[in-house]
């Protein structure tokens, strides 16, 4: 057996009930699908499949009798394909070859099996330039490459017309029989469902359990040679009518409501202490994953960290360059103005030489840092989530941890280094024009010395500079990566990951920031 699931129960955290008792076993080289009303429980059989331990750890309650399942022969084509945005077309296959040990010079052939042109393989073929039958079909490829024996499609139809999901339906017949694999189907797509069923199952408003339809009398997947068009509209009637009778008895029916489980008192605590603690452990899984990823598949590491450093450095460039430019300038000029009568406004920057830069632009950079470039990684990351990317990298048997948190966390860390060091030159630029109005001689040694040669008195402050820069970077890019990482079950986790990333970090400087004065002080 593909698949064996007996008395499969899952509820809610409040103690509703969305499975109450499924049964479900599925052969080698058969196709089942699952229909059902919205809130039936259809997502979430496929949470139970690919994400059991975070539903858990959402509080759901999830027993089963029996659930034999073989994680690694488990393949996802999730809702709209799923494509990863950072990767071209044949950049989403060779990730699946490589980690399903095939070759990645078969890209165009499985472009080829899934009826598309084997040209959109050339290397630069975005995935977002695809209609959604072409996306759906990639993502179809995209899965069969992985070599993975049971494929779970989630209601791989919506946004296609009639004519493209029957080609779709067809398709996966066809690429079931060739590769001799098995598939659940999840739809709301009679016409879908009809043209790939060997059997149908209806996810039951009525009782949550799991109905099979026309038991007895199904003649099979209905886009296979030997069947009439006439048996075939026969057929979507009368499917068609079952679903909308069931419906409109059982439509409005909620959830019954079980008994909300016993959970321990400090379940409450670990929940409280899990986001505070998230960014300290994405920080020792990416420092433990990263040297292994490199290592192992240099090229994955590669995209991801490019991809995560042009968005945190070398597109935001020119704004931090023009910010601390300003900065350097505004501060200089400010102290310039406020030394009373009698004061030279020269003798007042050179007493104050380099000491602004190296107090200042740490927390400054750090703070602009988060606010930009770590807000876009949090959102790209999020957006992964929502989407179902990581899903489907997990359902290719890529760990995340290793693919998209290792490089992410290491490109964000050294991306803040060159900030804070920009930063660091730009305000020094900035009181270089302060200087040259003042007519200060020497103007470089004297804004550069407490950075680069600092006296014995000042060593400190230098000190505690780099210290504070290199604590940011780190913990800035574990934050990002913990939050931004974190599921995603609606639009709205995306602009508060993102908001809570920048909290956290304001909060992280100004502790630090507070910390090291108060040290420093007393020495």
């Excluded at 058969?30 to 429980?41: H, K, T």
């Excluded at 975005?126 to 494929?151: D, E, F, I, P, Y």
């Excluded at 909308?244 to 379940?267: K, T, Y």
């Excluded at 490109?411 to 730009?426: C, D, E, N, P, Q």
Aim: charged share 20%.
């Amino acid at each position: 057996m593909a698949l064996e699931v007996r008395g499969l129960r899952v509820a809610l955290p409040d103690g509703r009930v969305l499975i109450d008792g499924i049964d479900l076993s599925i052969g080698e080289g058969e196709v089942v699908v699952l229909l059902g009303g919205s809130g039936a429980g259809k997502s979430t059989f496929a949470r139970v499949l690919f994400e059991r331990d975070e539903l858990e750890h959402a509080g759901f309650e999830v027993v089963a009798t029996q659930l034999d399942l073989d994680r690694d022969q488990l393949g996802l084509v999730p809702q709209r394909g799923a494509l990863f945005d950072h990767l071209d077309v044949r950049g989403n296959l060779e990730l699946a070859l490589r980690h399903g040990g095939g070759d990645v010079a078969e890209a165009p052939q499985w472009l080829e099996r899934v009826g598309l042109e084997a040209a959109l393989a050339e290397p630069g073929t975005s995935v977002t330039k695809l209609s959604g039958g072409q996306a759906q079909r990639v993502a179809v490829a995209r899965v069969l490459a992985s070599r993975r024996k049971l494929l779970f499609l989630d209601e791989p139809s919506v946004g296609l017309d009639p004519h493209r999901v029957r080609v779709l339906a067809r398709l996966i017949r066809e690429q079931v029989k060739a590769l001799g694999v098995s598939a659940i189907v999840v739809t709301h797509d009679v016409a879908l469902a009809a043209g790939v069923a060997d059997r149908l199952f209806l996810l039951s408003l009525e009782d949550r359990k799991l109905d099979q339809l026309f038991a007895d009398r199904w003649p099979g997947a209905l886009e296979d040679p030997g069947h009439t068009p006439e048996e075939r509209g026969r057929w979507l009637v009368e499917l068609e009518t079952a679903m909308v009778d069931h419906l409109q008895a059982f439509g409005d029916h909620p959830p019954p409501q079980g008994v909300v489980p016993a959970r321990p008192w400090w379940s409450g605590l670990a929940r409280l202490a899990a986001p505070v603690l998230a960014p300290f452990r994405v920080a020792a899984l990416s420092a433990w994953k990263a040297p292994q990823q490199l290592v192992k598949y240099p090229r994955d590491f590669a995209i991801v960290a490019q991809r995560v450093f042009l968005q945190t450095f070398v597109r935001p460039l020119i704004f931090y360059a023009i910010v601390s430019t300003l900065i350097g300038y505004t501060v200089l000029f400010v102290i310039s103005k406020v030394g009373g009568a009698g004061v030279r406004p020269d003798a007042l920057l050179r007493q104050i030489g380099g000491a602004h830069v190296v107090a200042l632009a740490p927390a400054l950079s750090a703070l602009l840092y988060v606010a930009a470039s770590g807000s876009a990684t949090n959102a790209w990351l999020g957006s992964m989530s929502l989407t179902k990317q990581t899903l489907a990298l997990d359902a290719l048997g890529v760990d995340r941890r290793a693919y998209l948190w290792a490089p992410a966390w290491l490109a964000t860390a050294v991306s803040y280094l060159l900030v804070a060091a920009l930063f660091a030159l730009g305000m020094i630029a900035g009181g270089l024009l302060v200087c040259r109005a003042y007519h200060v001689p020497h103007a470089w040694e004297l804004l550069t010395g407490d950075v680069f040669d600092p006296r014995p008195e000042r060593l400190r402050y230098t000190v505690r500079a780099l210290f504070l820069v290199w604590i940011y970077g780190w913990g800035i890019a574990s934050d990002v990566v913990a939050k931004g990482g974190a599921a995603k079950p609606e639009a709205d986790a995306v602009t508060r990951g993102m908001t809570a990333s920048v909290v956290a970090c304001t909060l992280w400087v100004v502790a630090w920031e507070l910390v090291t004065v108060v040290v420093v002080f007393r020495i």
